[in-house]
């Protein structure tokens, strides 16, 4: 579990743009990790690159 006000960076496949993307954001008290029923693993997290919330599925994570 991600703690919260913690800086991240996130990378996984967007199906959206059809290619593997790494982006810098903020596990805040808005943000979550879950498990679809699908089984996929699921994150969203304030993106600091576009300025919003994001969510990334099958994503990998790293603390900066």
Do not use: H, L, P
């Not at 960076?9 to 879950?34: A, I, L, T």
């Not at 089984?39 to 994570?61: L, M």
């Amino acid at each position: 579990m991600i703690k919260e006000n913690t800086n991240i960076k996130v990378g996984w496949f967007m199906k959206k743009y059809n290619k593997f993307q790494v982006r810098f954001g903020k596990f805040d008290d808005k943000s979550k990790e879950w498990i679809t029923s699908k089984g996929d693993k699921c994150i969203t997290f304030f993106d600091t690159y576009r300025n919003r919330y994001t969510t990334a599925v099958n994503y990998f994570i790293n603390e900066v």
